[in-house]
């Protein structure tokens, strides 16, 4: 069984998710860009596409990425900290489980190039791949972006709770999307 299919087989955690198991992961081993995010949402559990709402729509437009590229499993890894919608909760989605990402991450990730960069995509991508910065606020750790490259680039979530975090902190669409996108080009 491929390790695609073995995700696609997992109940790890069905009893702990209300609408049901369907993970939504893309990958390939020639994938030198890695987006690691939180969990999908509503409309992406519906879809089975990864980043198939707004928050992929402001990503794209972050990363300089074409729906074209940000979907060619060839260039792009989607690799979410939980591959099942987790459902609601008050005031947004519930958590990405905690089963997932210890149970697949490392798995998928050894299939992919050395030789990439990794966008870890909120606080919970961040505090498994960067733990040593968990004492930093979100905004500490995205303004700092330059302390964790070539490896790795941390982002705020792109939800629409973002445009409110991006206008009290202006530098990132000043200092960081330039950079970002620049960074990008060069492992696509």
Known sequence: MTLKAEIAACRI????????????????????????????????????????????????????????????????????????YPGKASGGDKPPRPECAPQWHERVLDLLPADRLTLLVGTYAQARYLPETRRLSLAERVRRFEEFLPRYLPLPHPAWRSTIWMRRHTWFEAEVLPQLREAVVGYI
């Open 13 to 84: 955690c069905a009893d702990h998710l209300p609408h049901g198991v369907r993970p939504v992961v893309s990958f390939s081993p020639t994938a030198r860009l890695v987006i690691i995010g939180q969990a999908p949402g509503s409309k992406v559990h519906e879809s089975g596409i990864p980043w198939d709402d707004a928050s992929g729509d402001r990503l794209r437009e972050w990363t300089g990425l074409t729906k074209q590229q940000m979907y060619d499993p060839a260039l792009v890894a989607l690799v979410p900290m939980g591959f099942c």
